[in-house]
């Protein structure tokens, strides 16, 4: 794949060349304390921060991220700015509700005066250079906002609701999340909406608040800076935490809860896993295991992957018969839900790490009893390492009767190359969370496609898929255990049928600081079986940049719409921009995450003619498999898939 940058998308030339001139002259005039403010024609920028004076908008958490990555790619003196990064999951977090930080920003930023923005409007549409009115360009403005900060939770690349997992939350008013040109605040009160008004938070200070029921609240902050008062609001979801039942009986002990550390290093480092053990009915100890890991990146509230497994789809979705954890349960499996410490690391620390579960559920069984492993996404594919590892090395696991994947990556997963470019090209201006996902280093084992530059001549196959891919197959059968029986599962469509159409749009906007068109973004479905254009990324008043860019594909690579579990990446694009207030067209195609052929095993040289339901036994490495009727969402579980599963393990 190549690509090219190209001024064939320049509709006015004369005035892009004269806003060029008067952003470098802006540039010149900026105080050392400000902040332009057409930064915000980046997407994911600061359009919108907030004026202290006037908050009746109320901050989300994503659009905080927002406003926080814009400060991030803005030149702003000041060394804080660093942590700002979007909250993704982190290296051990496991704890259901932890200590939750407010962070907050007060600065200075500048902005085109009103009458130069009228003279802008006025030459963009004349495409004439911009007249010059007397006096002052840019007027300084305050900026102020805040948010509690919760850390993401991800479903392969879809970020999760954010909640708090729990009604009595501990709130951290953290002076290291401030960002400020203007000192810090005399006094600060904050009325978390649990009906107690407004009381005075000492900064560093923590206060315990308890919610009487689950749902959302709008939180105030007051801040007082002499005799000057500035406001800011937030919102803020928390979740009563339900401790999961046995479908048939009622659970009267608490989950079984354990760490280990894996007892082979990767790298030179001991990777570890946290392990939670929902027992079975009538079960007092662990007798009889269904080991499940969690999948990339990690970082998954153990709620959430226990709703995963009973049918949670998304957010507001649920298949409503699947309840696969419950019928485990009720059938007499223990549930072992794997959490690990890094899970965006290299997939063989992980495996290490569910290789030492694995032997500490069997020393906790007494050494008798049976095991069945399993892992969804990532999770599935980190078992089948394992798994393959011991064989090769004679590592003792304990009776492990089957391996059973749920929509896992055995041949690859794939991201848009698309989606890859554009958040590849906003990443000098702050970037987004899907951009800084992609470089994990298990981003780059499992995905078949990749963009590390968004400019430049560049293949698509990468040596960390390559090189771990061939790591795995030499282990065991072909990267398989041979002495259990394999089940896989596929959210893909057992008849191939295709997914987003090639070159359909997935997500288009046209963007601008006053509301002018002054700048488009574009994400296309990769072409099948012809060269086309995927993503385009034109910046007219991008500070830095004056030309239009276009990305080409150049090199015949097709996964984006072939039969497999979906993503919803396009559309989650397109909300980021909508989110940032603008204009957006979004179809909301879903495409292709992990395709079909690749849950169940098999290689192919076209994905798009592949059709699961022709396969014979010996054509897959897997004993048995099971395929949608249709592509549904990754990793998801339903009625039938549930049936299957447990004819499979009964």
């Known amino acids: 794949?190549?690509?090219?940058?190209?001024?064939?998308?320049?509709?006015?030339?004369?005035?892009?060349?004269?806003?060029?001139?008067?952003?470098?002259?802006?540039?010149?005039?900026?105080?050392?304390?400000?902040?332009?403010?057409?930064?915000?024609?980046?997407?994911?920028?600061?359009?919108?921060?907030?004026?202290?004076?006037?908050?009746?908008?109320?901050?989300?958490?994503?659009?905080?991220?927002?406003?926080?990555?814009?400060?991030?790619?803005?030149?702003?003196?000041?060394?804080?700015?660093?942590?700002?990064?979007?909250?993704?999951?982190?290296?051990?977090?496991?704890?259901?509700?932890?200590?939750?930080?407010?962070?907050?920003?007060?600065?200075?930023?500048?902005?085109?005066?009103?009458?130069?923005?009228?003279?802008?409007?006025?030459?963009?549409?004349?495409?004439?250079?911009?007249?010059?009115?007397?006096?002052?360009?840019?007027?300084?403005?305050?900026?102020?906002?805040?948010?509690?900060?919760?850390?993401?939770?991800?479903?392969?690349?879809?970020?999760?609701?954010?909640?708090?997992?729990?009604?009595?939350?501990?709130?951290?008013?953290?002076?290291?999340?401030?960002?400020?040109?203007?000192?810090?605040?005399?006094?600060?009160?904050?009325?978390?909406?649990?009906?107690?008004?407004?009381?005075?938070?000492?900064?560093?200070?923590?206060?315990?608040?308890?919610?009487?029921?689950?749902?959302?609240?709008?939180?105030?902050?007051?801040?007082?800076?002499?005799?000057?008062?500035?406001?800011?609001?937030?919102?803020?979801?928390?979740?009563?935490?339900?401790?999961?039942?046995?479908?048939?009986?009622?659970?009267?002990?608490?989950?079984?809860?354990?760490?280990?550390?894996?007892?082979v290093a990767h790298q030179g480092i001991f990777r570890h896993c946290r392990v939670v053990v929902h027992l079975g009915k009538g079960h007092t100890r662990i007798t009889k295991p269904f080991v499940l890991a969690e999948g990339f990146p990690g970082g998954t509230r153990p709620q959430d992957l226990y709703d995963r497994i009973n049918g949670k789809v998304d957010q507001n979705r649920t298949n409503p018969d699947a309840r696969l954890a419950d019928e485990l349960r009720a059938k007499g499996f223990d549930l072992a839900l794997i959490f690990f410490g890094d899970g965006g690391s290299q997939i063989q620390g992980n495996a290490y790490a569910y290789l030492a579960a694995l032997q500490e559920l069997w020393k906790r069984m007494g050494s008798t009893g049976s095991i069945v492993a399993a892992g969804g996404s990532m999770g599935g594919l980190i078992a089948r390492y394992a798994l393959a590892y011991a064989e090769t090395h004679s590592v003792p696991t304990g009776n492990i009767t089957a391996l059973m994947t749920f929509d896992s990556p055995h041949q690859g997963a794939n991201v848009p190359l698309a989606i890859q470019c554009v958040s590849r090209y906003y990443a000098p201006r702050g970037g987004d969370a899907t951009n800084r996902i992609l470089d994990l280093p298990a981003a780059r084992q499992m995905l078949i496609a990749q963009r590390w530059e968004w400019e430049g001549p560049e293949g698509w196959e990468k040596p960390d898929h390559i090189d771990f891919y061939k790591a795995l197959n030499v282990l065991g059968a072909n990267g398989y255990p041979s002495r259990i029986k394999k089940y896989a599962v596929s959210n893909g469509a057992g008849t191939g049928d295709p997914g987003v159409g090639p070159r359909k749009p997935g997500a288009y906007c046209r963007y601008g600081p006053w509301d002018a068109p002054c700048a488009q973004a574009e994400a296309d479905a990769a072409p099948n079986g012809a060269i086309g254009t995927i993503a385009r990324c034109v910046a007219h008043v991008v500070r830095s940049r004056g030309a239009n860019y276009i990305v080409l594909s150049t090199e015949l690579y097709g996964r984006d719409g072939c039969s497999g579990g979906t993503a919803s990446f396009f559309h989650d694009m397109a909300v980021a921009f909508r989110d940032q207030k603008f204009g957006v067209w979004v179809p909301s195609p879903l495409s292709c995450f992990v395709p079909t052929h690749s849950a169940l095993g098999v290689a192919v040289t076209n994905a798009y003619t592949f059709k699961a339901d022709d396969l014979k036994p010996g054509q897959t490495p897997f004993d048995a498999w099971y395929t949608s009727r249709t592509n549904d969402p990754h990793a998801t579980i339903d009625k039938p898939i549930k049936e299957w599963v447990l004819a499979m393990i009964a």
């Not at 400060?71 to 993704?88: C, D, G, M, N, R």
């Not at 939770?153 to 040109?181: C, K, M, N």
């Open 1 to 263: 794949m190549t690509t090219s940058h190209t001024e064939e998308f320049d509709p006015t030339p004369r005035f892009t060349q004269s806003l060029n001139a008067l952003m470098s002259r802006a540039d010149e005039q900026t105080v050392a304390s400000g902040l332009l403010a057409t930064m915000a024609a980046a997407p994911f920028g600061g359009g919108i921060l907030r004026d202290g004076t006037d908050f009746t908008d109320t901050v989300t958490q994503r659009q905080w991220e927002g406003i926080c990555q814009a400060l991030e790619a803005s030149a702003l003196p000041h060394a804080a700015i660093q942590a700002f990064a979007p909250v993704l999951p982190e290296a051990g977090a496991f704890d259901e509700g932890g200590v939750v930080p407010i962070g907050l920003v007060h600065v200075n930023y500048q902005q085109p005066t009103r009458r130069l923005m009228a003279r802008i409007m006025r030459a963009q549409q004349e495409d004439a250079a911009i007249e010059m009115p007397a006096g002052p360009l840019l007027e300084t403005r305050i900026a102020f906002a805040a948010c509690a900060e919760l850390p993401a939770s991800y479903w392969g690349f879809e970020r999760q609701a954010d909640v708090h997992h729990g009604l009595d939350v501990s709130f951290h008013l953290d002076p290291a999340r401030f960002i400020s040109t203007q000192g810090m605040p005399d006094r600060i009160e904050l009325d978390f909406d649990d009906g107690l008004g407004l009381r005075e938070v000492p900064i560093d200070g923590r206060q315990t608040i308890h919610y009487d029921d689950s749902g959302q609240r709008r939180v105030l902050l007051q801040a007082q800076y002499g005799a000057r008062t500035l406001k800011a609001a937030f919102l803020f979801h928390a979740q009563a935490v339900v401790q999961a039942p046995a479908a048939a009986e009622p659970q009267a002990s608490e989950p079984v809860v354990f760490t280990v550390k894996a007892s």
